[in-house]
């Protein structure tokens, strides 16, 4: 089991470029969720997806930030017209069922994608 | 809104030494409270977690105590190791058709050899 893969583990932008960030879900698992850290920051919450569904973004800023998780590929965070604040790690994590639900197992979380803005 | 505090932020401590990591949370209706270790540059990974209708659960070094009353969780580390150095967030989440954690802001724990 390859665990939750993002991609890509670095990536430089310029302002008002735009970023795409990719996460594969850990085998077996159908529930997606992005988090973003800022330095020396905990993690916040941005969006929990499951597959063709956007079940909870109120973590998601309501301008140029959107999310997917298709039938079919990895589940897509879309960053357009960056700016030096969107700068962050932003984490993807996955879990089996429904945490809420009474799920008892854990959230995997990948390993990240940096964002540098310039 | 949900809120999560955290305390302390950072924490030094001798090996061999306990640490202790303290959380408050604002929403009474959390049923859910995980602890994970984030080491520099890595991916956070769950290390204990533990629901509301348990008060206590321990993992070998590690146990959380939950206080539902008082709003309150707590980590403890035992015979601390060099390894155990990392940066620890704990995170509460309520009860519903959502996965979402709210999370501490962090506590940069240091065991010194």
């Known amino acids: 089991n390859a665990g939750v893969m993002q991609n890509p583990r670095h990536l430089v932008r310029r302002r008002g470029q735009e970023a795409r960030l990719r996460c594969s879900p850990m085998?077996?698992?159908?529930?997606v969720y992005w988090y973003r850290q800022l330095p020396e920051e905990g993690l916040k919450f941005m969006v929990y997806?499951?597959?063709?569904?956007?079940?909870?973004e109120s973590g998601m800023p309501k301008e140029r930030f959107s999310a997917e998780f298709p039938k079919e590929g990895p589940s897509i965070l879309r960053i357009q017209q960056v700016v030096r604040g969107d700068s962050a790690a932003y984490f993807c994590?996955?879990?089996?069922?429904?945490?809420?639900?009474?799920?008892?197992?854990?959230?995997?979380f990948g390993e990240g994608s940096r964002l540098t803005v310039l | 809104g949900e809120n999560v505090e955290q305390h302390p932020s950072t924490l030094s401590v001798q090996e061999g030494d306990s640490a202790v990591i303290k959380c408050t949370y604002s929403?009474?209706?959390?049923?859910?409270f995980p602890w994970y270790k984030q080491e520099l540059g890595k991916r956070p990974q769950l290390i204990i977690d533990?629901?509301?209708?348990?008060g206590e659960k321990k993992d070998q070094r590690i146990a959380v105590t939950l206080n539902k009353t008082a709003k309150h969780f707590s980590l403890h580390i035992t015979e601390t190791q060099p390894e155990d150095s990392a940066v620890y967030f704990c995170?509460?989440?309520?009860?519903?058709?959502?996965?979402?954690?709210?999370f501490g802001q962090g506590t940069t724990l240091q065991v010194k050899p």
């Open positions: 994590a996955s879990s089996r069922g429904n945490l809420a639900g009474g799920y008892t197992g854990e959230l995997f």
């Open positions: 533990i629901r509301s209708n348990v």
């Open positions: 085998k077996g698992h159908s529930h």
């Open positions: 929403d009474s209706a959390s049923n859910y």
């Open positions: 997806l499951q597959k063709e569904n956007i079940i909870d």
């Open positions: 995170a509460a989440m309520r009860p519903g058709n959502t996965g979402k954690l709210i």
